[in-house]
């Protein structure tokens, strides 16, 4: 990547988004802030029940409200003629990896928080702590031994991917699934039977006494109906995918015109998608102090893997197309993987969560069972385990083609003395590698 001064319009476009995005932030987190401790004090006499929620958010706005103050003073320090990164690839991923250890004892710690007097002061920096960590594991492994960004930049993707690609994602999101409301209720209006029986269902809902069995039979119903189970999955499993895939990685497009080499998209993408995988995580948590929030902590990695992985893959086919126009089969197959697996993810989330099995090809052929167990419970595992396969195997490929790329000296260099001055140059400096491909092209 070319480390030239940043242009205008992208400076200054940066400069309003993480600005008025730190401020935002910061400002929600000091109003979250002061309602939850609010709600602890008994003289007001308000109800306490949401104060834990309230510190969680709050934490969880100041966390990006000091991302994107990192982005900004990256921004306005003056540039380096050679950027320096602040500690050597291994040593930051040894850090990663003792923090990730670390964090098993955290998630034990997480549960007796949780359920404690004190929730309410250490649940909130626990959240953060124990959804951040993850997600700097994940990155330090995908830009492990590879041609890093020039310094500052990380904080920046991570900065844009905050405050203009979630947002955006957010908004399209909500778009979409007004659509899906309308064509399904449209639909309805042709099925009277079936919607009186949905209306009849939620008059008699009770929240406090849930009726398992009442569910499943709703559930079969809804489900049993070609019609519905196909718009559902056409959500879960088809648009959503398809637009947050092409959308993660939104921060790498303002820095196209930079010739970013392969490795340093894979790596861009991966913190693209470690941010958005994070802040999905911490939104879960929010509401964190029932009871059921180390469950969320821990599920929520693979969902962090998945989003990490994906976009790095993209990430990578995007820069070598930017690099070599040629690498157009790159571009289109590494995107057409990424909506695969986070396809497969929320296919096999979704089918692992109702209390009944729809009927699916292959799906309803698995054996039914009244146990607590459900089969399509492996499923998931088996995808993290390949996400995170793909992220270490990409990885790899790439540092092995960064070094068979490495310029050696001429083998005709004399063996002693003084080497013979040269009138053409031997080596290639590393800027005229950003255009090559693995096979020197």
Known sequence: MQTNPEPGWRFWLLIVLFGSGAALSLGAALLFLLLGLAMMTPL?????????????????????????LLGLSSLLRAPRPSPSMPAPPQRRLLLASLAMILWLPLVWLFQAVETSPLAWLLLPPLVVIGAVIPAWWLVEIARRGLDGLPRGRDWQILSTSLALTIPLTLLLSL???????????????????????????????????????????????????????????????????????????????????????????????????????????????????????????????????????????????????????????????????AVGLHAGWNLFGVLSAVPVTPPLPLIGR????????????????????????????????LRVEAHQSTPVASLNAPSGGTQPAQTEPTLLKQDDLNGLDSTGH
């Open 44 to 68: 007001l006499d308000l109800p306490s029940g949401s104060a834990v929620s309230f510190l969680n958010i709050a934490f969880t706005s100041g966390l990006v409200g000091v991302v994107m």
């Open 175 to 337: 778009v979409m699934l007004a659509v899906f409301i309308v064509v399904l209720g449209v639909y309805l209006n042709t099925q009277p039977q079936l919607l009186a029986d949905l209306q009849q269902f939620f008059e008699q809902l009770d929240p406090t006494r849930l009726d398992m069995e009442q569910m499943e039979t709703i559930a079969n119903q809804v489900l049993s109906n070609p019609v519905i189970l196909a718009l559902l999955i056409s959500l879960v499993a088809g648009v959503t995918p398809l637009l947050e895939e092409l959308l993660k990685p939104l921060a790498l497009w303002l820095y196209a015109g930079d010739r970013l080499t392969p490795a340093q998209g894979f790596v861009g993408g991966a913190l693209c998608g470690a941010a958005f995988g994070l802040w999905e995580n911490l939104s879960a948590l929010a509401g964190a102090g029932e009871g059921s929030g180390v469950l969320i902590l821990v599920a929520r990695v693979g969902s962090l893997l998945l989003h990490t992985t994906a976009t790095a893959m993209f990430g990578w086919g995007l820069a070598s197309f930017w690099g070599q126009r040629r690498f157009l089969g790159r571009l289109i197959g590494s995107y057409l993987l």
């Open 366 to 397: 698995l054996p039914s069972s009244t146990e607590a167990f459900n089969p399509l419970w492996l499923v998931l595992p088996g995808m993290a385990l390949l996400n995170l396969l793909l992220l270490v195997g990409l990885n790899r490929r």
